[in-house]
């Protein structure tokens, strides 16, 4: 498999998804309507998934793409496949509070192996490079040529003060019951998948999730994330979260650096 050619094709398509997004989120309005599950879809959802996915299929006609807006269509598994959150965090966007991403993710054997996380309000932008390895992108975004980068590392804990970050739009009782069972010296709320990518730069600590995730929301920075020397496991049983379920849907559970001391459920 080229990696080289997937870096190259995930950050590309997370960028031009971005600006589609971006300028939807500046105009003056834009048309929110609800799934059959009650979450906001938005245009820019559908705009940023039309380009998105025509690029994968140009360019991984042989390779399975799962997509948000298109999941229902989905019938056949893969062991390998590209899964794709056009637009992570609806309802940051449509609250126009910017912590919303693009979230490109290749995964094998049910294991997300690389991946793409843009934040386009943000102006931050994470991805897997060809070895694996996670850098965090900051600079003008060219969509052709690459800007300046850093290697990311997760930190080093301490676990008497740890740096927590949680939902922005799902921290409830149960999230707070959990993070009570740690000593902790600060704590944050974010929006989508950034919250991954605060812990791969060692911005926190642990995120864990306490809440109904599905597998595009958060493929993307969970590779970002172990590409970072960070881990991801079940809430229950702390094993892997794995990835190619039979309804793409997560159980709830813990992004970390190694190091935290994990509590039981």
Not at 211 to 238: I, K, P, Q, S, Y
Not at 242 to 254: M, R, S, W
């Amino acid at each position: 498999m080229d990696f080289e050619r997937i870096t190259t094709v995930f950050r590309r398509l997370a960028i031009e998804g971005g600006e589609k997004i971006m300028e939807i989120y500046n105009s003056d309005t834009f048309e929110v309507k609800l799934k059959s599950d009650e979450s906001p879809v938005t245009e820019a959802d559908e705009a940023a998934d039309a380009i998105i996915s025509a690029g994968i299929r140009e360019a991984f006609p042989e390779i399975t793409l799962i997509t948000e807006e298109q999941s229902a269509s989905h019938t056949e598994k893969a062991s390998t496949f590209i899964i794709v959150d056009p637009l992570d965090g609806t309802k940051e966007f449509v609250k126009r509070r910017g912590d919303f991403t693009v979230n490109i993710a290749l995964v094998v054997d049910g294991v997300p192996i690389r991946g793409v996380v843009y934040a386009p309000y943000r102006e931050r932008l994470f991805y897997t490079d060809a070895s694996g390895k996670t850098f965090e992108e900051t600079g003008a975004f060219d969509k052709d040529v690459i800007g300046e980068v850093k290697p990311l590392s997760v930190s080093t804990p301490d676990n008497d003060a740890l740096m927590i970050v949680a939902s922005a739009s799902h921290r409830d009782q149960a999230t707070e019951d959990y993070i009570n069972k740690y000593s902790v010296k600060d704590s944050k709320s974010a929006g989508s998948s950034l919250k991954f990518c605060l812990v791969a730069t060692g911005e926190a600590d642990i995120y864990p999730r306490v809440g109904r995730t599905m597998e595009w929301d958060t493929a993307a920075g969970h590779a970002v994330l172990n590409g970072a020397g960070g881990d991801v496991v079940r809430f229950d049983d702390h094993s892997p979260l794995t990835y190619g379920k039979e309804d793409y849907a997560n159980p709830f559970f813990i992004a970390y650096a190694p190091g935290v001391k994990l509590q039981s459920a």
